[in-house]
């Protein structure tokens, strides 16, 4: 397990970009939460098997239809221990 700080930036917003990245992460069993920024961009702490998380930021690189990820930052970060994974308000 491990736990990942991702920042999605592009037209990641008003795009059900966050919605989205819960019913991914839901499916593959990934802990942590989705956070639009007052910058653009999307916060995403993911945590979860090392397999999944691979996935999961393959997902992340394209994100749902609409959006237009131009770019990806990910840090390995300190255990959270997140019950769920949840969409967060800014």
Not at 40 to 53: D, K, N, R, Y
Request: proline share 1%.
């Amino acid at each position: 397990m491990k736990t990942l700080e991702i920042t999605v930036t592009g037209r990641v917003q008003r795009v059900f970009f966050r919605a989205s990245t819960k019913a991914v992460a839901d499916q593959m069993g990934i802990k942590g939460f989705a956070k639009n920024q007052t910058d653009g961009s999307v916060l995403i702490h993911a945590e979860g098997e090392e397999m999944f998380l691979e996935d999961f930021i393959d997902w992340c690189k394209y994100g749902p239809d609409d959006a237009r990820v131009d770019d990806i930052k990910i840090e390995e970060i300190e255990m959270k221990n997140y019950r769920n994974f949840d969409v967060l308000k800014k």
